[in-house]
């Protein structure tokens, strides 16, 4: 009797093992995703003054080859700044409010070095643990990932083939803020001396879509006769304004609101450069900060740039993610959000001093929804709404719910695997 039941317990385990066997990427197919870890923008984000010449000078040195290991890599940091300056120290460069308990202003470059090292590594495990989470909806199967070189991750997923949009969550750094914007009749004024800055600075756009924003939006006048000469001379006179369109209603009267104009998505990168001008940023407030909206308006390809109001000394958004303690989405691809205790006595300051005014919620430098307050929103309670497909929300809550990332992720190789086939 007792070997019997002995002999079930073999055959039971047994073949429960062989039904649930692991699968893998060889034997299920699947994608193979190479990624890289920006060390350069790490050490960028852990500087003072990542703006300095000298620092910029010798990342630059520093990013021209390939390492195995963070020491490496490091020890080459190192070398770069000892060669352009034998005294210096990396002390003046790290010592951080951030790492006030670790590095200090008398602390050797030896010290700076081994702080350095371990803070680059904790960065390399949060981003693993990072990926594990935002993979672990996706597949029936684990995600196989581990660390190739100092700065390089392979991701395997057996089962799953959407290249493109694992791309995308592998990417993403989940950054979340909620901000503060400005309104459209009070930041035009900038706008407009900046397009005449960039004029007299002689720059003009060649091949910028002005039929496209006409077309969409109907805002713009019919040019019949010699478009040519007027787009020419349009874009001489107007530089800024020929390729972002202020936002005006039927009346030419600005709208209310914080979209303060509307460009082509393929002026967009112009647009930016024409903003990233030094001599046009002197024109702006310290506090203006310009976004676009993460999709197009429906139907068309025109986006909306948002003007952000800045209201920190740090720059940073006054309410981030990391006070969502869940995230989720509904039927109709609304993501809804939770937050702890700190987030919600927050959150009910934020909305109770911007009743009636917009405020945007930017993810990763994009725009995905900026509502009007109602009125004080208390309980810590928030949600996302948009032109959103349930993968896109489905995505953007395990994001949400993953946290950020702590590194850039570049995507160096993705190789589709098909399955065995039996």
């Known amino acids: 009797m007792k070997n019997s039941i002995l002999f079930l317990l073999l055959f039971t385990i047994i073949f429960t093992s062989c039904n649930n066997e692991v699968k893998t990427i060889e034997s299920a197919g699947g994608i193979r995703i190479k990624l890289e870890v920006n060390n350069i923008d790490l050490l960028k984000g852990m500087c003072i003054i990542p703006e300095d010449s000298l620092f910029q000078m010798c990342l630059q040195k520093t990013s021209t080859r390939k390492y195995n290991s963070i020491e490496e890599f490091l020890e080459s940091f190192n070398k770069a700044m000892q060669e352009i300056n034998p005294s210096i120290k990396l002390a003046s460069y790290f010592a951080t409010f951030e790492m006030k308990d670790k590095i200090y202003l008398h602390s050797t470059n030896d010290k700076v070095l081994a702080v350095l090292k371990s803070e680059l590594q904790k960065k390399l495990d949060e981003t693993i643990i990072n990926i594990t989470k935002r993979l672990r909806k996706f597949s029936e199967q684990s995600a196989n990932i581990k660390v190739l070189e100092y700065n390089l991750i392979l991701v395997e997923v057996p089962g799953l083939f959407e290249k493109q949009r694992i791309c995308n969550l592998l990417q993403s750094s989940g950054n979340l803020g909620f901000w503060e914007t400005y309104e459209n009749s009070e930041v035009y004024q900038y706008l407009d001396a900046a397009n005449k800055k960039i004029s007299e600075l002689g720059l003009s756009n060649e091949g910028y879509n002005l039929d496209t924003v006409k077309k969409e939006l109907s805002l713009l006048d019919e040019v019949n006769s010699n478009k040519d000469s007027v787009q020419e001379k349009l874009s001489k006179e107007n530089p800024l304004f020929s390729i972002l369109y202020p936002n005006v209603d039927s009346e030419r009267k600005l709208s209310k609101g914080s979209v303060v104009g509307l460009s082509d998505s393929k002026d967009t990168a112009q647009v930016n450069k024409y903003l990233a001008l030094r001599q046009v940023k ?19 390809t025109v986006f909306q740039l948002i003007a952000i109001r800045v209201t920190s000394r740090n720059g940073l958004a006054p309410l981030d993610g990391s006070v969502i303690t869940t995230a989720s989405y509904s039927s109709n691809s609304e993501v809804s959000m939770s937050m702890n205790t700190e987030g919600a006595r927050i959150w009910s300051r934020f909305t109770r001093d ?11 430098n994009r725009v995905y929804s900026f509502p009007v307050v109602n009125q004080e929103i208390q309980g810590g309670n928030s949600s996302i709404s ?8 489905e995505d953007m809550v395990n994001i949400l719910n993953a946290g950020s990332c702590p590194v850039k992720l570049n995507v160096v190789a993705v190789d589709i695997i098909e399955p065995i086939k039996k």
């Open 282 to 300: 002197l024109l702006f407030p310290y506090s203006l900060r310009f976004l676009w909206t993460l999709k197009p308006l429906k139907g068309t």
């Open 354 to 364: 911007n009743v009636g005014k917009q405020i945007a919620i930017v993810i990763d």
């Open 386 to 393: 948009g032109d959103f497909t349930i993968e896109e929300a």
